[in-house]
């Protein structure tokens, strides 16, 4: 009988393995994709050349920065939307499943914003900043 068990768990947990390997498999590549190219001396050419930058971020022309960050302050507007709709919903109404709302969609949301707003900066400023450098300048000024 408990070698029944055993077994019946054992084929369970097999497939359960076989995904999280996969998974592992998955994430390690597509770290490795994102670490590609990502050496110091690209780096410091990518500050350099701001014509690199808006090549790496599909803009063909200077002339067309102005539209960008048009739709930029959009994607603001869009990612500032959510999280306020489950901050007033969380409010007005705290209980476990809008604070659970708020707690899923605030944190990317919140980033994207951040994340928009180095690339607005970039752009007005015709020149590549490393978010870590921006943010250290934001916040240490």
Do not use: Y
């Not at 994207?112 to 707003?117: P, S």
């Amino acid at each position: 009988m408990f070698k029944r068990i055993g077994n019946s768990i054992a084929s369970r947990l097999s497939p359960t393995r076989m995904h999280w390997m996969g998974l592992q498999r998955d994430f390690a590549a597509r770290w490795r994709h994102f670490r590609h190219g990502r050496d110091a001396g690209l780096q410091k050419a990518v500050e350099d050349d701001f014509v690199l930058v808006l090549a790496a971020w599909g803009i063909e022309d200077k002339t067309d920065i102005p539209g960008v960050v048009r739709d930029l302050r959009l994607r603001c507007l869009v990612l500032a939307v959510p999280v306020l709709a489950a901050l007033t919903n969380a409010l007005l109404m705290p209980d476990f499943r809008s604070l659970l709302t708020l707690a899923l969609i605030a944190p990317p949301c919140l980033f994207g914003l951040l994340v928009t707003f180095w690339r607005i900066a970039i752009l007005k400023n015709k020149a590549f900043t490393p978010l870590h450098r921006w943010l250290t300048a934001c916040f240490v000024k």
